[in-house]
């Protein structure tokens, strides 16, 4: 037995969670939307129309991009989408910490056995 979780911003509504930060994360990686999509299998329409969704509800551009010629385009984070990007990921990594600790403490191998016994 383990503890499982989904974190995310939210507004009224969903905002920014793992699915974009991390498809954000490759972008910078890699300096390419439609790399990106390819590296989780996600088409290039689809990672589009996530990320126009994803600046409309925001209320600014995540990504600067260039479109195609000789060098064939890419595209790079805005300062914004850099700034929100790293916060929430640390944000992530720090909570995996502590949400390890918790799930330690209540749900160790002494609970799970007195589950399993019926001594609770």
């Given amino acids: 037995m383990r503890l499982n979780y989904k974190l995310w911003l939210e507004e009224e509504q969903r905002l920014f969670g793992d ?3 991390h498809i954000l994360e490759l972008v910078d990686q890699l300096g390419s ?3 990106a999509a390819a590296e989780i299998n996600m088409s290039y ?3 589009w129309k996530l990320i126009n969704k994803l600046e409309k509800r ?3 551009k ?16 805005t300062e ?11 944000f992530r990594k720090e909570a995996q ?9 209540y749900f160790d191998q002494d609970f799970q ?3 399993k016994k019926n001594k609770v």
């Fill in 19 to 21: 699915g974009p930060c």
């Fill in 62 to 77: 995540l990504l600067n991009k260039q479109i195609g010629g000789s060098s064939g385009g890419g595209s790079e984070l």
């Fill in 33 to 35: 939307l439609r790399q």
């Fill in 45 to 47: 329409s689809q990672a």
């Fill in 80 to 90: 914004k989408g850099r700034f929100l990007t790293k916060r929430f990921s640390d």
């Fill in 113 to 115: 056995q007195k589950l």
């Fill in 97 to 105: 910490v502590y949400l390890k600790k918790l799930e330690e403490k």
């Fill in 58 to 60: 925001l209320g600014f």
